[in-house]
């Protein structure tokens, strides 16, 4: 069972940091694109910045300089480092990946979307 875990959300001042993670866990092959998006009360949810496995990078041309997505290929974890923070970041973060898992037979299952839940980053004016 694949899971994407998120942690590192909460309050923060504007002009704050916040780190966030997210985990993937379980029976995984490989992880394709990793990425971050966000879903403000009553928005669409928008891809903040993604990455690829050889680190090429995307980003929402708002939190350019501002945001940096890093990834560890080695225990399939993504991370997004938010400085200089706004009240217009907030909203519920979540993990996505593209990755490829193992089946219940051994054999490897199609490359599939995943989504954590969600964490929530309120940035305070």
């Known amino acids: 069972q694949v899971q994407l875990v998120e942690s590192g959300g909460g309050m923060v001042q504007a002009g704050g940091s916040r780190r966030l993670s997210c985990e993937a866990s379980?029976?995984?092959?490989?992880?394709?694109?990793m990425a971050w998006y966000r879903q403000g009360v009553g928005e669409e949810r928008d891809l903040v910045a993604s990455?690829?496995?050889?680190?090429?990078?995307i980003y929402k041309d708002s939190v350019k300089g501002r945001f940096t997505i890093s990834r560890n290929n080695f225990n399939n974890r993504a991370y997004l480092q938010m400085n200089r923070l706004t009240p217009a970041d907030t909203g519920t973060y979540f993990c996505?990946?593209?990755?490829?898992?193992?089946?219940?037979?051994?054999?490897?299952?199609?490359?599939?979307?995943?989504w954590g839940r969600g964490t929530q980053v309120t940035v305070s004016s």
């Open positions: 990455i690829t496995t050889d680190g090429s990078t």
């Open positions: 996505y990946a593209n990755l490829q898992a193992y089946s219940s037979s051994g054999g490897l299952s199609p490359v599939v979307d995943y």
């Open positions: 379980g029976n995984i092959f490989g992880v394709h694109k």
